[in-house]
């Protein structure tokens, strides 16, 4: 009799397992609105272990990025010059300071590199400004915490505004760093770029889905990252916002994403929106360069007619930036990164490519110098070349600057280093030129008056 008992208690608890997963199943792979009663309860007993790892790791973790590594790299310079320069432009560095231990935006003197001015936004007002019961911001002061929140994509205005986001709203302060706005329409991410109406060009996270993305992905949040590029004007309002997804499905490019061998919950990672601002034979001003890294391409998008005008592949791998050089060339940052059967990053160093409309050809700048200086950075990076020839490189992941004349010569290296010889994370980098450069060499001499 008891053997009997214990029989029909396993085959009780086997069917209730197996009941359990069909309902997880359905609600994870399919999004179905039956049984939504069952659906919220398997769920909730779903998340029980990870909520518990994440208020356990939150309990334990300090509020502060951590260093690249726990070396100590005494054998480096924070600031090493070599050469003179004499250029007008200025530098925007977006980094951790692993002496202050909060997260930093800098404008400084490309020649000697002295700080001229910083921002230092107060990051627990941009919470007070967004609403953190949408599901996308839920946890974003346990994610983001105080001090490691991150000022990515950051960029100026010629009034010296600092508009800037973290997998977060985004973000918009004076130059004094007051806060002017806070857009948490989306959760924005990547680069961001700004035309000559200062009109902002960045990409964000769109949820809800619409129903032709539905259809492939369901409706919960967690299946998918529906990447979006967006223009917002100087205001923050949102003027223009499309998911790529929904780009690729209407123009007979869904199978790259939803025709491969596993589904991918992040199958596009758009990383850069580069704007075009001159008309040529092969693009139109308010025509878009948009950097997809997961799929290693870039596509020339034309805003006004929800067309694809060209697919740019097969030159690069992983890609994190793209720059307009002239009216038939554009710069890609190559990452050239690959994964091996063990899913792990293999990478040997990055490039520069360049891509030619006329000719539909690639070809590389700076192969050697990217090799000699070991130059590897498995995600983000760029180049910012200069009127003279001369090139400054951030090497995003391994923490420093460089900044090269057109011999290739290093004028000088900088090394994003506490005082006690720990590198910590550049998050991006930016050269102030042109009209720019004036307005807010302006700006700094007022600074007294203005904060």
């Known amino acids: 009799m008891k053997k009997t008992y214990f029989f029909l208690i396993v085959i009780f608890f086997l069917l209730l397992f197996i009941s359990y997963g069909a309902i997880l199943k359905y609600h994870y792979d399919i999004g179905g609105n039956k049984y939504k009663y069952l659906q919220k309860i398997s769920v909730f007993f779903a998340d029980i272990p990870f909520k518990a790892k994440n208020y356990l790791a939150n309990q334990y973790t300090d509020d502060e990025v951590k260093r690249i590594n726990n070396k100590k790299l005494k054998k480096k310079k924070k600031f090493k010059k070599n050469l003179k320069s004499s250029r007008e432009e200025l530098l925007l560095i977006s980094r951790y300071d692993g002496d202050l231990k909060i997260p930093v935006v800098e404008i400084r003197d490309l020649n000697n590199f002295k700080v001229l001015h910083a ?19 839920e946890t974003l002061i346990k994610d983001k915490g105080f001090n490691k929140f991150r000022i990515s994509g950051s960029v100026i205005t010629s009034k010296g505004e600092l508009i800037f986001h973290n997998s977060s709203p985004i973000v918009k302060t004076d130059f004094c760093g007051k806060i002017i706005w806070v857009n948490d329409n989306d959760k924005f991410h990547g680069s961001t770029n700004l035309d000559y109406l200062e009109n902002i060009y960045t990409s964000s996270r ?8 539905e259809f492939f992905v369901g409706n919960n949040y967690l299946n998918y990252e529906d990447d979006a590029v967006n223009i ?67 596509i020339l998008y034309r805003p006004s007619n929800n067309k694809i005008v060209k697919v740019i592949e097969g030159g690069f791998n992983f890609q994190s930036d793209v720059d307009i050089i002239d ?51 498995k995600r983000y990076g760029s180049i910012e070349a200069l009127s003279d020839g001369s090139t400054v490189i951030e090497d995003t992941e391994n923490g420093r ?12 290296e900088f090394n994003n280093l506490s005082n006690e010889n ?8 930016s050269v102030i030129k042109g009209n720019q450069i004036n307005k807010i060499k302006n700006l700094i001499l007022e600074k007294k008056q203005l904060c």
């Open 232 to 298: 917002l004007n100087q205001t923050g309002k949102i003027v223009f916002n499309k998911s790529v997804t929904e780009i690729l499905i209407e123009n007979n490019l869904g199978h790259r994403i939803f025709s491969q061998q596993n589904f991918n919950p992040d199958p596009i990672q758009l990383n850069d929106v580069a704007t075009v601002t001159i008309n040529g034979p092969f693009f139109k001003k308010g025509d878009l360069f948009l950097s997809l890294r997961t799929l290693s391409m870039v």
């Open 327 to 377: 009216n038939k060339t554009i710069s890609i940052y190559n990452n050239n990164v690959f994964l091996n059967h063990k899913n792990k990053q293999i990478i040997s160093n990055n490039e520069i490519v360049l891509y030619d409309f006329n000719t539909n050809t690639f070809s590389k700048k700076l192969e050697n110098v990217f090799k000699k200086l070991k130059i590897n950075s």
């Open 206 to 213: 769109k949820f809800p889905f619409s129903k032709k993305v």
């Open 401 to 412: 600057i460089l900044y090269l004349n057109k011999e290739k010569e290093i004028i000088w």
């Open 119 to 137: 921002y230092k936004p107060k990051i627990k007002e941009i919470y007070e400004k967004t609403n953190l019961n949408k599901l996308e911001f």
């Open 422 to 429: 720990y590198i910590y994370n550049l998050f991006n980098l």
